[in-house]
């Protein structure tokens, strides 16, 4: 390195010296002129009084001038030697650029590259600078001569070449302008522009933006690097340009994922971490290592540094130590290949070329079963008390994994394409190969999508392929496992057997494997498995069911519950080393190469690890296998399958038959309970279950829910009373029902049966509603004591609905349009299904699909109006209606004669028997009239609302619904008992006219 030398800044602008005023001087001549007078008496004594001020003025006025002109000649002085000086600097700083370029060989001036160089590959130990660009840096020049009290920063303007900057206040402290001056110089000598900026490689460089800037300033670092460092003491692993594995230090590529290469090379002191330089190209700073201690962004031809350890950090002369932006140093693919081959003639030439060690890159499953076989002394451990496996290829030959003995549970680690999957498939098929689906059993779950295990599903070992594209089967076979544990545990209490190695032969409980792909995936979507696999890893081993978890990320995944009772441990490359230590206890795995894929280090109950390679098994090895085992019969799977889309009351009436059970029951379809392994008849108990509603949009099997419990309930010899849909008969039966509870007790159970509620009260016209509504409720309310149990049926809780909610106790709730609605209908949101098939429902926490019962007998519909003929002497007295002319129309073609209100009362006491006919107002101003029309027969409203019925008549007690069926009218009897007719439509004209 050149030493910067010392420069001497000008000595500053003197102000001149400060002119006093001469009091003496001008005093003097006045005190001479007053004496003079005083002996005189002449006034022309006094003038000469005048003469001391005037020459007093005139001397001032004179050393201001020439005060000035001395300050005129200093500033041109100061100017010159400003000027002088800053090319001194100029000069200095053109020598100590060079110097910088000479000693730190940048990657621009290395290309091209000569064979011989004196000063290439000379760094073993110490710092590894390399250049980045070129930009500011601290000069190192010291500056001599200051003033005191100067000081220099970013905030005086720099002196221009030449000429010193003048100010145009005048009245300014000539001191203050060579202060500026002077600091300017200062900064200026302080600040060396344009030179190679290096940093210490061994920080590790990161280098991000655009991918094709990105990639010839990584080849810039990485000429450099190959320059600098020698083969004999560093070897480069990784590489993602084909240049790299020309170079002379190339042992191995692809150490890890994404653009990277790393130049390896021995501790300097015993003891000490060996040296590792790397180099990484990431789309952003957050993609980098944080090994990268180094980060600079290219955008253009520039690079911004964003992550270094003195980024920040300022000299005494306040210069960045690290400066911010620099001038990219860019080497191209073309000029990085020419300077590889060079390197490597010239290692050659000097006998420096290094190569990396062999290992086997590739094994095929087959050959390796072969080797085994015929190096073997004995056959590899079969039956119900090993797994013995060969699918890993070692340094000396196979190497033999028994899940059983060195397991029983195992964890494999390894990130995106090392090799996962076919270690998974190479082991199971090597479990399968000598063992029957009477001894071993597989459950494979995929969560990287379903394409892992397709092949090996077809061995009649599996008893299952769950994938995260069937979330809803995945979920129910995972919940089955506790249920599976719990039948394991039954059989060996059955046969009094303490482990499943006790097991006679002739017991027919294999081994169950569970393999998962990606177990992370797995429990971020299910959670709670996370327990249900803590307490397979703890029991497991006695149960037979074993446990192979792979995951990219070990760490923190696997729980320490499960970690604890995982004795054997894979581990293919990994990202980092803490999740190489978290699986084989150190951090091997991490430093694993790339390629070839399937590098394996094996630890068995916290063991050395062994290096391995996974064997790859080739489609007709798995076809072979499966056809080896073809005749075999499929195990029993651990779950049972989900429920149909469509089951036949004839089934649930059948497994009913064959079940005994305690108190009223009434089946209506099946349960599905995975987490049990069974499927139960899904049962409404009413005096535990209480009064039920079943809520269900549009198609959903409502109206086949309320058949399934109507035939159920007949099949328990209870009676069914089904409320119909239309208004009249609706209100007739709850008013009937109402009216002889009293009467029904001692009588035996009735189930009640409301469809379409919702609907039903929104067809009552509004004087009714509120009124049908205090009947269901008091049906509701009122029928446990009288033996009536109540099922009703809605699409959802509307307002009207709502207020009956609190006296429903159970709710059985199938599909409904919404996640939202589902919620609001007591459900949980995560039990919402808006594509399930008709029927299929959630009861008391269970699935339930509506089992399809047959079609009752239709019943005759009860008749709600009694005939009215308007012709009948004795009968009809009078009409209170809306549609005069209609009603007259059929008066007269009855034979009567027609009468207004007003006269309706003398008639009538004449013996003659008029049809008294008004409309509501009328028949209000005729007010006497409608006694007398009680006392002479029966009164009609027709077409009245109940306002205009309980003006009119006087009653109080609301009059029966009207549905919107034509003809229908309320009758007032004499005694006051009010009730529906049917009248007559009259002729189309008559319709037109109304």
Request: proline share 7%; glycine share 10%.
């Amino acid at each position: 390195m050149i030493e910067p030398r010392d420069i001497a800044l000008p000595r500053p602008p003197q102000p001149p010296e400060p002119y006093t005023f001469p009091v003496l001087a001008t005093l003097a001549p006045v005190v001479a002129s007053l004496a003079l007078w005083f002996f005189t008496r002449s006034p022309f004594a006094l003038m000469f009084a005048v003469l001391g001020p005037l020459v007093a003025l005139g001397s001032l006025v004179d050393a201001r001038v020439q005060g000035r002109r001395r300050l005129r000649r200093e500033l041109r002085r100061f100017e010159a030697d400003v000027a002088a000086t800053s090319q001194r600097i100029l000069v200095e700083h053109d020598r100590l650029r060079d110097g910088l370029r000479r000693s730190l060989r940048a990657a621009s001036s290395l290309l091209p590259a000569a064979l011989h160089d004196a000063e290439r590959w000379r760094l073993a130990t110490g710092d590894v600078p390399v250049v980045l660009g070129f930009g500011e840096r601290a000069s190192g020049i010291r500056v001599t001569g200051e003033s005191p009290g100067l000081t220099a920063g970013p905030q005086h303007a720099r002196v221009e070449r030449g000429r010193l900057r003048r100010r145009r206040d005048r009245a300014r402290d000539p001191n203050d302008e060579g202060k500026l001056a002077l600091a300017s110089l200062r900064e200026e000598a302080a600040r060396l522009q344009g030179a190679p900026v290096s940093v210490d490689a061994r920080l590790g460089i990161g280098i991000c933006g655009s991918r094709v800037p990105a990639l010839a300033v990584a080849r810039a670092v990485a000429v450099q690097l190959a320059d600098s460092l020698p083969p004999s003491h560093f070897e480069l692993r990784g590489g993602f340009e084909a240049w790299h594995r020309a170079l002379p230090h190339f042992v191995a590529s692809d150490d890890h994922d994404g653009l990277r290469l790393d130049f390896l090379g021995s501790s300097e002191r015993p003891g000490d971490a060996p040296i590792r330089v790397p180099v990484v190209v990431a789309d952003s700073i957050e993609q980098l290592p944080r090994e990268c201690r180094v980060g600079v962004e290219v955008s253009g031809g520039e690079l911004r540094m964003l992550r270094h350890p003195q980024l920040g950090v300022s000299n005494a002369d306040g210069v960045p130590l690290v400066p911010r932006s620099l001038r990219a140093d860019f080497v191209s693919a073309v000029d990085a290949a020419r300077f590889a081959a060079t390197l490597m003639a010239a290692a050659v030439e000097e006998g420096l070329s290094v190569g990396g060690g062999a290992v086997p890159d590739s094994v095929e499953l087959a050959a390796l079963w072969e080797a085994a076989t015929a190096t073997a002394t004995s056959t590899p451990g079969t039956g119900r008390g090993s797994l013995a496996a060969t699918f890993l290829m070692g340094a000396t030959g196979g190497v033999t994994i028994d899940l059983v003995a060195d397991g029983p549970h195992a964890v494999v680690g390894g990130t995106t394409g090392s090799g996962k999957s076919e270690l998974l498939i190479g082991w199971i098929l090597s479990m399968a190969r000598h063992r029957s689906p009477e001894e071993v059993t597989f459950l494979l779950v995929d969560f990287k999508g379903g394409s892992s295990f397709v092949d090996v599903d077809a061995l009649p070992h599996s008893v299952g392929l769950l994938t995260d594209l069937d979330h809803a089967a995945a979920e129910r076979a995972l919940q089955s496992l506790r249920a599976e544990v719990r039948h394991r545990e039954h059989v060996l209490a059955r046969t009094g057997a303490r482990s499943i190695d006790e097991l006679a032969p002739g017991v027919g409980l294999p081994r169950l494997v569970v393999v998962v792909d990606e177990f992370a995936a797995m429990v971020a979507d299910f959670p709670e498995l996370q327990p249900v696999f803590a307490d397979i890893a703890a029991r497991g081993r006695s149960l037979g069911v074993h446990l192979i978890l792979c995951t990219q990320r070990p760490g923190g995944v696997v729980r320490d519950a499960i970690m604890a009772n995982c004795a054997l441990r894979l581990s293919l490359r990994v990202n980092n080393s803490q999740d190489s230590v978290a699986v084989i206890g150190t951090d091997a795995a991490a430093s694993l190469p790339r390629h070839p894929v399937g590098r394996c280090l094996v630890s068995v109950a916290g063991g050395d690890p062994v290096l391995t390679q996974v064997a790859l098994a080739s489609q007709d090895l798995v076809r072979s296998l499966s056809e080896q085992w073809v005749g075999a019969a499929r195990p029993r799977r651990p779950w049972l399958p989900p429920l149909p889309a469509r089951i036949l009351w004839a089934d649930v009436a059948m497994r009913q038959g064959a079940t005994t059970s305690t108190g009223l029951a009434i089946p209506f379809g099946l349960a599905d309970l995975p987490e049990e392994q069974r499927q139960p008849i899904a049962e409404w108990r009413p005096a535990e279950h209480g009064n039920l509603l079943v809520l269900g949009g549009r198609g959903s099997g409502k109206s086949a829910a309320l058949a399934a419990l109507a035939a159920g309930a007949r099949e328990s010899g209870l009676r069914v009373v089904r409320i119909g849909s239309d208004v009249e008969a609706a209100w007739d039966q709850l008013s009937a029902l109402r009216d002889g509870a009293a009467d029904h007790r001692g009588e035996g159970d009735r189930v009640l049966v409301i469809d379409d509620l919702d609907g039903l009260v929104a067809r009552f016209p509004d004087s009714h509603a509120a009124a049908f509504l205090e009947l269901v409720a008091m049906a509701l309310r009122d029928g446990s004591a009288t033996g009536t149990h109540c099922a009703v049926a809605a699409q959802r809780l509307t307002s009207a609905i709502q207020s009956l909610a609190p006296l429903f106790d159970s709710r059985l709730l199938l599909r409904l349009p919404s996640r939202q609605e589902h919620v609001m209908a007591g459900g949980d949101g995560a039990d919402h299904d808006g594509s399930a098939p008709a029927g299929r429902g959630r009861w008391r926490g269970a699935q339930v699909q509506l089992a399809l019962a047959p079609s009752a007998q239709a019943t005759r519909p009860s008749r709600t109006r009694a005939p009215c003929e308007l012709g009948e002497v004795g009968g009809v007295a009078a009409v209170i209606t809306t549609r005069r002319s209609a009603i007259a129309r059929l008066a007269r073609a009855a034979g009567r004669a027609l009468c207004s209100p007003q006269e309706a009362a003398a008639l009538w006491a004449q013996g003659k028997h008029p049809l008294a006919l008004g409309d509501p107002a009328e028949w209000q101003a005729a007010w006497s009239a409608f006694p007398s029309a009680r006392v002479k027969g029966t009164v009609l409203f027709d077409r009245c609302t109940v306002s205009e019925f309980r003006l009119v008549s006087g009653q109080a007690l609301l009059p029966p619904p009207l549905s919107a069926r034509p003809g229908g009218a309320w009758a007032l009897d004499s005694d006051g008992t009010t009730g529906r007719v049917q009248l007559r439509e009259p002729p189309l004209v008559d319709k037109v006219n109304d």
